[in-house]
């Protein structure tokens, strides 16, 4: 092993600093990792060119492209891989086919760090595409649980499947987590203005934003409100004061801040109990007042009336959404319980040891 510098490679999805699931997990960490004496090389399937178009409709030759360039890279970190003593692999190798890279890069690598993100183990359907739903294999995330040599999970019910299939026995939930320094309150809490209610997301979380569209329809009928989505797609809701702002690193924070109550809609499924409950952390931070299903992950993080709301019908997301519409106060009360939350627990400063000393483990192990 290098006597200077611990080198990992870092293998994901996704190019640095655009994805929401890697930002607000591990990427954020980087800077940490690097004061402790190790050197971060990061490969991401998809490079920039591919990400700007994968989630649009269209473009099929570019997206082939891309992928063949994600395949190209990942056979260059194979050759490459004797060079680092850590491969940090987040969700997966490469996103088709079987497990083979997935086996190649495990045979090869010295130390294999494991990140895995929502329950993809019980992959929902892919209903925007059907046929990439085919070329999907649950092999290789089943292959990666059981042989890494430490496994980092998104949710409390993935670790207990993973520590349970894992060889070693190893195997850490890590939330996700925000820079309460960064993200801050900047609300009025008053009805001065049109009220916003806001959601964030990308077009994989997309369903879940639909489910609420015959509540806001009812809650129309009584209520002057905004809806906001920040997000990565295009979205229509004829009938309803809809702004839609596509997400930017560097508006993020005004965006979110301009929100007046967050809502984060899921369903009662396996998927579902693997998601890390991040919409939630992210609204409270900002100290926005979260309505949230009551299910999985977000019964964690909520308490319901204390620091947020949970709910499961439609009859109850449109009571809790008519009462912070009416009450500034109450928005102020779990709004200001929220933000101490995600300080207290959910913070970039408290969660970073967790992940360097997983990496600690690791290497010396």
């Not at 178009?53 to 190209?72: A, P, Q």
């Not at 997966?92 to 997935?102: A, M, Q, R």
Request: contains cysteine.
């Amino acid at each position: 092993m290098s006597q200077d510098k611990i080198k990992i490679l870092v293998i994901c999805p996704f190019p640095q600093g655009v994805a929401a699931g890697q930002r607000l997990k591990y990427e954020q960490y980087f800077g940490h990792w690097k004061e402790n004496g190790y050197e971060i090389t990061v490969s991401s399937f998809m490079d920039l060119p591919m990400w700007e178009i994968v989630y649009s409709s269209g473009n099929y030759g570019k997206k082939v492209l891309g992928t063949l360039r994600g395949y190209l890279r990942r056979i260059k970190n194979i050759v490459n891989i004797h060079q680092y003593d850590v491969v940090y692999i987040h969700m997966w190798v490469t996103p088709f086919g079987s497990s083979l890279f997935e086996r190649v890069v495990r045979m090869l690598s010295k130390r294999l760090i494991y990140d895995i993100e929502d329950n993809i183990i019980f992959k929902k359907s892919n209903s925007f595409n059907p046929i990439v739903k085919l070329l999907k294999s649950p092999d290789k995330i089943k292959f990666l649980i059981r042989t890494a040599d430490h496994l980092i999970s998104s949710s409390p019910f993935l670790n207990d499947y993973c520590l349970e299939s894992n060889n070693k026995k190893k195997c850490t939930y890590i939330s996700s987590s925000v820079d309460t320094n960064r993200f801050v309150p900047a609300n009025s809490y008053s009805n001065n203005n049109k009220v916003v209610i806001g959601w964030t997301g990308t077009f994989s979380s997309k369903e879940y934003l639909d489910l609420l569209r015959n509540v806001f329809l009812k809650l129309n009928e009584k209520y002057d409100f905004r809806l906001r989505v920040i997000a990565n797609f295009n979205y229509e809701f004829p009938g309803i004061d809809l702004e839609v702002i596509q997400w930017s690193k560097n508006n993020e924070v005004d965006d979110l801040q301009g929100i007046d109550i967050g809502v984060y809609p899921l369903v009662d499924d396996r998927w579902v109990l693997g998601k890390s409950g991040l919409k939630a952390i992210q609204y409270m931070a900002f100290g926005i007042p979260t309505v949230a299903t009551n299910v999985g992950t977000n019964q964690r993080i909520i308490q319901h009336k204390v620091n947020g709301w949970l709910v499961k019908t439609d009859a109850e997301w449109i009571e809790s959404l008519s009462t912070l519409l009416d009450d500034y106060e109450l928005r102020r009360k779990l709004g200001e319980a929220g933000r101490k939350t995600v300080v207290d627990n959910y913070s970039y400063q408290i969660i970073k040891s967790k992940y360097l000393s997983i990496l600690t483990d690791v290497v010396k192990g």
